[in-house]
């Protein structure tokens, strides 16, 4: 079985790796035209090639040989990785539909589904134990069984895929992300006597951060559908095989907090084009990058907040491990439940600070501002409040703030 040691090499090897190999995979995206040029909805500048991930598949394939178990559960994670690598990488250089995406991603996932990388059991408050695993659903012409357990696990790592492809939009964002969301599921892992999970949590970071050596903003080469797909992947292996397999009734909902970010982001734009009867798979501008970007905010300003609430969730989920509030019988310590309840406030305060107010009460006064400046250099009246606050809600619609006449200050009419 590996050991906590086994965790870091893999970590310093995986990332190492990776910083070699992605400077390689930048000759290749050349070669093969696998460039992502700049649009309406995206915040780079410069045409630049998109297979940065196939250098974290070098790192994690390598580290995860030398470091995972040899049996036949780690192989199929392995082979599931190229396989969901090779999906990404048809999509950077084709531009895959929607539907062919989500079949080769639910292709990869049953890889490692099959061979019995699938929750079973897991405890729920008030629910008790729930065994999903034991539901029959189907009988497959060879004799096998496919239990409720399989189908929901493969259905929720396809989720986690297609939730950090989504927040993939802004240079070193998902790196980043993964960083902090992979040593924190090694570290909850590990402590849990899950080290084979701590291992690959491990190194999944370590590639991300070296990853990160190119993919930092301004980046000079993105990971791609191919990176993000993968890291989605792998993150949803972990958190089935370091958290949801144990009893703990915390084990469920620690891989939500500490994704909690990009989970939000991508229910919140899901959320969004619903309501306004869009498609789903259909890009827009809507994530909180793009909203952090319409504020005036730098990509590395976007990432520092972001980095930051997504760390601040991490130590929750750390929080809700290791510090002693409750014996797990109903009874629970006032000093240690007082430090929870602190750290459960500060999450809360963090949320509601990046959601409510850098997202919609500072786009109302920067609009605010804009349009006062206008409205001076073209000598109208100042704008009322509600005047900006209907352009604002607009814009939150639309992703499109309505257009201004420089030589009146009034909104123009739109079409």
Not at 104 to 110: D, M
Not at 353 to 381: C, N
């Amino acid at each position: 079985m590996p050991t906590d040691t086994d965790a870091y090499l893999a970590f310093f090897v995986a990332g190492l790796l990776t910083l070699l190999l992605v400077p390689l995979t930048k000759r290749l995206a050349l070669r093969v035209g696998a460039i992502d040029y700049p649009g309406e909805r995206k915040l780079h500048t410069v045409p630049t090639p998109k297979l940065g991930g196939l250098g974290i598949l070098g790192g994690v394939l390598v580290a995860g040989l030398i470091w995972l178990p040899s049996d036949t559960e780690s192989h199929s994670i392995l082979i599931g990785a190229v396989a969901i690598a090779w999906v990404g990488v048809l999509d950077d250089i084709f531009d895959l539909n929607a539907a062919a995406k989500l079949l080769g991603q639910t292709v990869a996932v049953v890889i490692p589904v099959s061979v019995g990388v699938t929750v079973d059991n897991f405890t729920f408050p008030f629910f008790g134990r729930l065994t999903p695993g034991t539901v029959d659903l189907l009988t497959l012409p060879g004799g096998g069984v496919v239990h409720l357990g399989d189908v929901g696990t493969v259905l929720a790592i396809v989720a986690m895929i297609n939730v950090i492809n989504l927040i993939d939009g802004i240079d070193g964002l998902a790196a980043g992300v993964a960083v902090i969301s992979g040593l924190t599921l090694a570290t909850i892992a590990l402590s849990l006597d899950r080290t084979a999970a701590g291992v690959l949590a491990a190194l999944v970071a370590g590639a991300a951060l070296g990853y990160l050596r190119w993919g930092f903003p301004p980046a000079s080469t993105f990971m791609g559908d191919t990176g993000s797909n993968l890291l989605g992947y792998l993150l949803g292996i972990v958190a089935v095989q370091g958290a949801l397999k144990t009893n703990a009734v915390i084990a469920l909902f620690i891989p939500l907090i500490i994704l909690a970010v990009p989970i939000l982001d991508t229910g919140f734009v899901v959320a969004k084009r619903l309501k306004y009867r869009r498609p789903v798979y259909k890009a827009d501008r809507w994530h909180f990058h793009h909203r952090m970007a319409d504020i005036g905010f730098s990509q590395r300003r976007t990432l520092l907040y972001l980095y930051g609430w997504t760390a601040v969730m991490a130590a929750l989920a750390l929080a809700l491990r290791f510090v002693p509030y409750s014996d797990n019988h109903g009874h629970f310590d006032a000093i240690w439940t007082a430090v929870m309840a602190v750290c459960l406030l500060a999450a809360l305060a963090a949320s509601v600070y990046l959601v409510e107010v850098l997202e919609i009460f500072k786009l109302r006064q920067t609009r605010l501002r804009q349009l006062m400046s206008l409205r001076r250099a073209a000598g109208a009246p100042e704008p009322q409040l509600q005047e900006v606050n209907t352009a604002v809600e607009q814009e939150l619609e639309t992703g499109n703030f309505p257009a201004v006449d420089p030589e009146t200050g009034e909104f123009q009419a739109v079409d």
